[in-house]
């Protein structure tokens, strides 16, 4: 059996106040997933959340949200990546969180087997 890259499906979400409280809920900017990459290991899904996010950052840029994440997601549902970006006080550009959550990922064969994801890790972006 030969693998081959699992698609990981990618989806944002923004900080709104709610009673006082950050809460995430679902960008209403873009659309539901915002794409689907496939990602063969640690370093494909790291440049994926990180491309997703940069461009995000500028599209949310105008808006008056404090932080924004992106979300990978097996195509199960589970997630084996997120990073959040917060808005700089000082310059109000966005930047990424020095912590990105990742969960284990493998290859998933080419008859369409999921990519695993169990207890998130936290890798430290490069």
Not at 54 to 70: G, K, M, Q, T
Not at 81 to 95: A, I, K
């Amino acid at each position: 059996m030969t693998t081959a890259p699992a698609a990981v499906s990618l989806a944002a979400a923004v900080a709104v106040e709610v009673d006082g409280l950050p809460v995430w809920r679902p960008c209403p900017r873009v659309p539901a997933p915002i794409g689907r990459e496939p990602v063969d290991g640690w370093p494909r899904l790291a440049a994926v959340l990180r491309a997703h996010g940069a461009v995000l950052a500028r599209l949310l840029d105008a808006s008056s949200y404090p932080a924004f994440r992106v979300e990978a997601r097996a195509p199960g549902g589970a997630l084996v990546g997120m990073v959040e970006w917060f808005r700089s006080t000082e310059t109000r550009c966005f930047r990424p969180s020095e912590e990105w959550v990742v969960g284990p990922l493998r290859s998933a064969p080419a008859d369409g087997a999921e990519l695993a994801a169990a207890q998130p890790a936290v890798l430290v972006a490069a």
